[in-house]
T-cell receptor, first 112, second 115 residues
Framework: KAGVTQTPRYLIKTRGQQVTLSCSPI?????VSWYQQTPGQGLQFLFE???????NKGNFPGRFSGRQFSNSRSEMNVSTLELGDSALYLC???????????FGPGTRLTVT | QKEVEQNSGPLSVPEGAIASLNCTYS??????FFWYRQYSGKSPELIMF????GDKEDGRFTAQLNKASQYVSLLIRDSQPSDSATYLC???????????????FGRGTQLTVWP
């Protein structure tokens, strides 16, 4: 079974721009969670989508948004990028019967 | 806010030793507990999960759970240099106002196994 995939793997943007990241979950998984990871803050939860609905949300500003499609693929958008948004963005998927969550390879975003 | 605390580290052990990684959590209702391994520059990889009190062994790894003490640990026997990584503890909990639980992660413990 194929794992979680994320595109793009690397991205360089300038302040003020916006960015969209994509995540395809493991086949059959309907839940997708997004995390931001930085050296100083560790793994920070952004939000979780299940069946196209946002079910959980972390403490991030409204510049961070997401959505999920009917095929469970998910996108995350960050508008008006700031230097502090430079991070590794990870998505993870899980099935409906348990909390076993599997991570994708991540998207490394650099904001200059 | 649910909390998951891990021993701060970094932890350094010689090759062949037992590495012990500890984690405590705040939500008494948590039922699912996970250990992830993250190599530098890579994404976290699920290596162990445990749902019941007691020990669960998988090769050189043993997860231990004590729900009464709200404590979960990971023991790595016969540690190898390839075990050098950051280990993340994760626990499920449900936020107030939400009907769907999610995983809460600790900050991680960096383990170095030296030859």
């Amino acid at each position: 079974k194929a794992g979680v995939t994320q595109t793009p793997r690397y991205l360089i943007k300038t302040r003020g721009q916006q960015v969209t990241l994509s995540c395809s979950p493991i086949s059959g998984h309907r839940s997708v969670s997004w995390y931001q990871q930085t050296p100083g803050q560790g793994l920070q939860f952004l939000f979780e989508y299940f069946s196209e609905t946002q079910r959980n949300k972390g403490n991030f500003p409204g510049r961070f948004s997401g959505r999920q499609f009917s095929n469970s693929r998910s996108e995350m958008n960050v508008s008006t990028l700031e230097l502090g948004d430079s991070a590794l963005y990870l998505c993870a998927s899980r099935g409906t019967l348990n909390y076993e969550q599997y991570f994708g390879p991540g998207t490394r975003l650099t904001v200059t | 806010q649910k909390e998951v605390e891990q021993n701060s580290g970094p932890l350094s052990v010689p090759e062949g030793a037992i590495a012990s990684l500890n984690c405590t959590y705040s939500d008494r209702g948590s039922q699912s507990f996970f250990w992830y391994r993250q190599y530098s520059g890579k994404s976290p990889e699920l290596i162990m999960f445990i749902y019941s009190n007691g020990d669960k062994e998988d090769g050189r790894f043993t997860a231990q759970l004590n729900k009464a003490s709200q404590y979960v640990s990971l023991l790595i026997r016969d540690s190898q240099p390839s075990d050098s990584a950051t280990y993340l503890c994760a626990v499920n909990a449900i936020d107030r106002g939400s009907t769907l639980g999610r995983l809460y992660f600790g900050r991680g413990t960096q383990l170095t196994v030296w030859p």
